[in-house]
């Protein structure tokens, strides 16, 4: 009996050791500090700037040259709207552009006549002063000759001014072709960028009004991340500050960025800010550009809306630590 006990007693003794060892080790766990700690972290998305693809004229359209996917080049032929109108009001408008040139060529063919109408009516008025001293003719016909000059000096003016209006006739006709053809080229929709379409809106058939979108294309190479981080990280960050990107979906991959954007204003602010607990409570936006040279080469990580966790180095003296040096090649 008293072997049992003794045997039973070790067991107790046993079990107590192996309790406490755990519950050291476990301490020693929690008291171990995490090396991630030292860096501001959130949650965020993959995003990138985004162009949306519209039309300045209203019309038909005609053909839709992509789909969503395809990649583009800057200045490639995305869509285009129909333009029978425009080129019916084009040719029109060519045409007044002709018919005031011939307007303006009549009005100089009139000032031509009224210039030698007028050397005329001097002449014969300086003849006449000399036949009216001489008591040769009447001072009627005198008077008659001098009304003659005014009118011919106010015929000439007026072809004057009938040659500027033909001139300004001219310049606004020319100004309405350079309209419609400007207005033509805006039909035709081209890419900004060398880029990616994300979205295609609409189709082939469909009418526009000025403004609607047609297309969105992605810029590939302009990738960022946008995470909220409190006042005390916040205050710590700036431009230019090294960070890496861990994605859900690349957990052992972490990605370069540097911080691009640190909000100069607080969100998720409460309206009077009176207390240090309030305080804590504000939320800065910070914005994380991914490299764009990696991203030409690593096109994967061009894709929006992929989750991940972003740390950034607030304090230069401090070493990455050993699972974010790792970076992708």
Do not use: C
Request: proline share 3%.
């Amino acid at each position: 009996m008293t072997g049992t006990k003794t045997k039973y007693g070790k067991t107790i003794a046993a079990v107590l050791i192996v309790v406490i060892l755990s519950g050291v080790y476990l301490w020693q766990s929690f008291q171990k500090e995490n090396p991630l700690e030292k860096f501001a972290s959130g949650n965020g998305r993959l995003e990138a700037i985004e162009f949306n693809i519209t039309a300045k004229i209203g019309g038909r359209l005609v053909n839709v040259a992509v789909k969503e996917g395809d990649s583009v080049a800057e200045n490639q032929v995305l869509a285009r709207i129909d333009t029978k109108e425009l080129d019916a009001q084009l040719r029109r408008a060519e045409a007044e552009v002709r018919r005031a040139v011939q307007e303006k060529n009549f009005a100089v063919a009139i000032i031509a006549q009224r210039k030698s109408e007028l050397s005329l009516t001097k002449k014969d008025l300086v003849r006449s002063q000399g036949l009216y001293e001489n008591d040769n003719i009447s001072l009627e016909q005198l008077q008659r000759d001098e009304t003659a000059v005014q009118t011919a000096r106010a015929t000439l003016a007026a072809a004057n001014a009938q040659l500027s209006n033909a001139k300004a006739v001219i310049e606004a006709a020319k100004a309405n072709v350079d309209l419609l053809k400007v207005q033509k080229e805006d039909s035709i929709l081209k890419s900004p960028i060398n880029g990616r379409v994300l979205y295609r809106l609409k189709e082939r058939g469909e009418v526009l009004a000025a403004g609607g979108k047609v297309l969105t294309v992605l810029d590939p190479l302009d990738v960022y991340m946008t995470i909220f981080l409190p006042t005390q990280y916040a205050a710590k960050i700036a431009i230019g500050s090294e960070a890496r990107i861990i994605l859900d979906g690349l957990p052992d991959s972490p990605i370069p960025a540097l911080v691009s954007f640190v909000a100069p204003r607080a969100q998720f602010t409460p309206k009077e800010v009176e207390t240090r607990t309030e305080r804590e409570k504000l939320m800065f936006r910070i914005k994380l550009k991914l490299d764009s040279k990696l991203l030409k080469v690593r096109s994967e990580l061009s894709k929006t809306g992929v989750p991940g966790i972003a740390y950034i180095r607030h304090d230069q003296d401090v070493q990455w630590p050993e699972e974010l040096q790792q970076k992708v090649q």
